[in-house]
T-cell receptor, first 114, second 114 residues
C-alpha cells in the first residue's frame, strides 16, 4: 500500500538543539501538509505546499521553524533552536491537487524537547 | 478556526450503528464536508466526503441535510476498533488557494463498548 512515511518516529532532544523531521509523500501526490498535535491545541496546520511551493505557512512560528521541499519526494520541517514547548506529535500528509481528493497522513514524529 | 460543531463524546454499543452529528451552518456552496478519524497514537485517517448528495463507501455513510447546514456520519455496525476521535471538516474544492487546507476542530470521541 502507498503510504506517507515520516522519520524519525520518535525524537528526544535537548533544548536549543536543531531538529529535522522528514516526510516522504506518496508518489504522485503534489500537495503536502505539516500539522502539529498537542493535548491542549489539538491538530494545528503549520504549513501547506503545492508543487513544492509554500501556499500557506501562517501557522508556523517563523523565528524558529522552517519547512521546505528539496524535491518532490522529500519534505522537511526544521526547528532551530528547539524549545520544550515544541514537544508534540508532528504529522505530515500528502494528497493530489487535481480534483477534490483526500489527504493521507503519516504516522507522525513524536518530539520531546527536554 | 474550525467551521464545524460536534459533540465532544459519544458512546455506542458494539454491533450497533454509530451516528455522529456535525453542524456546519456557515458552509459555503463550494465547500465539501469531510470526515476523518484518529485512532489513538495514529495519524488521522480519511473516511468519506461529500458535497450535497448522500455518500456511502466501505467504511461509512454520510448523510447531508438538504440545506447542507448539518451532516451525520453513520458507521453501520460499530466495532471496538472504531473507537477513535472523529473529525468533521469543511473544505473548499479549489486546490489553488490556501483554503484547500484541512482545518481540524476538537472532534467527537466515539467509544464503542462491548
Amino acid at each position: 500500500d502507498a503510504r506517507v512515511t515520516q522519520t524519525p518516529r520518535h525524537k528526544v532532544t535537548e533544548m536549543g538543539q536543531e531538529v529535522t523531521m522528514r516526510c516522504q509523500p506518496i508518489l504522485g501526490h503534489n500537495t503536502v501538509f505539516w500539522y502539529r498535535q498537542t493535548m491542549m491545541q489539538g491538530l494545528e496546520l503549520l504549513a501547506y505546499f503545492r508543487n513544492r511551493a509554500p501556499l500557506d505557512d501562517s501557522g508556523m512560528p517563523k523565528d524558529r521553524f522552517s519547512a521546505e521541499m528539496p524535491d518532490a519526494t522529500l519534505a522537511t520541517l526544521k526547528i532551530q533552536p528547539s524549545e520544550p514547548r515544541d514537544s508534540a506529535v508532528y504529522f505530515c500528509a500528502s494528497g493530489k491537487s487535481a480534483g477534490n481528493t483526500e489527504a493521507f497522513f503519516g504516522q507522525g514524529t513524536r518530539l520531546t524537547v527536554v | 478556526d474550525a467551521k464545524t460543531t460536534q459533540p465532544p463524546s459519544m458512546d455506542c454499543a458494539e454491533g450497533r450503528a454509530a451516528n455522529l452529528p456535525c453542524n456546519h451552518s456557515t458552509i459555503s456552496g463550494n465547500e465539501y464536508v469531510y470526515w476523518y478519524r484518529q485512532i489513538h497514537s495514529q495519524g488521522p485517517q480519511y473516511i468519506i466526503h461529500g458535497l450535497k448528495n448522500n455518500e456511502t463507501n466501505e467504511m461509512a455513510s454520510l448523510i447531508i441535510t438538504e440545506d447542507r447546514k448539518s451532516s451525520t456520519l453513520i458507521l453501520p455496525h460499530a466495532t471496538l476498533r472504531d473507537t477513535a476521535v472523529y473529525y468533521c471538516i469543511v473544505r473548499v474544492a479549489d486546490s489553488g488557494g490556501s483554503n484547500y487546507k484541512l482545518t481540524f476542530g476538537k472532534g467527537t470521541l466515539l467509544t464503542v463498548n462491548p
